[in-house]
């Protein structure tokens, strides 16, 4: 078990950018926290109205952006352009290569999580993809997004060993961790749960080696990302 408490993350602030660093990136570089199994990125991202990352290449990463508040737009080098809100995913395969772009449009400011996850295996054509999941689905407990099984209702087919959930719950409300994966990181996004006696609040995470079955109860309205790892 790992715990990355929301004040052990690393920071970069550059004004129109204020990110949350879960593991090493950038320049903020912690030797114990390199990544989570084959997940390698987990940033907190909050960017103004009106600005964003301009074009940039990326290359043999899975790349996932999910949405909690505002207006993220999208445009990469394959020709795909959306513009996603709340409950919104977007999963990039960057393979042997992609450029892209994220904007905050609207005119309020922007929240997204996003993950870097190492593909299953090198080569791959870039892509992408997305979806959108309403306020009730993610109610009441761990919704599939994401999953490199694929399958009817589970979001974007991930090229990585890899799935991704969210839940959002009500004060009192309990829900069953059940990993697909013999791995699990669970990051509070929002709110606050209690994990077998531990209390997690907005910005904290927990690794789970070796995960078993499991409950989270919301102390406060939460919402909970899972990725299930090999």
Known sequence: MRLQPSTGRGHTDLGWLDSRHTFSFGDWYHP????????????????????????????????????????????????????????????MSAGT???????????????????????????????????????????????????????????????AAADLRVARLAPGETASLAPRRAHLWLQIARGSINHQGRLLGEGDGLGLERAEAGTITAIAAAEVVAVDLD
């Open 97 to 159: 290569g992609i450029r892209h772009s994220e904007h905050a449009v609207g005119e309020q400011p922007t929240r997204f999580l996003q993950l870097w996850i190492r593909p299953a295996r090198a080569g791959l054509p870039p892509s992408w993809s997305s979806a959108t999941f309403t306020d009730q689905a993610l109610r009441g407990g761990f919704a599939l997004v994401a999953s490199g099984e694929g399958g009817e209702g589970a979001g974007p087919r991930l090229a």
């Open 32 to 91: 114990d926290w390199r990544g989570f199994r084959s997940l390698l990125v987990l940033n907190d991202d909050r960017v103004q109205a009106g600005t964003g990352f301009g074009t940039h290449p990326h290359r043999e990463m899975e790349i996932l952006s999910w949405v909690l508040d505002g207006q993220l737009e999208h445009a990469d080098s394959t020709g795909a352009r959306e513009v996603l809100g709340p409950g919104g995913l977007q999963r």
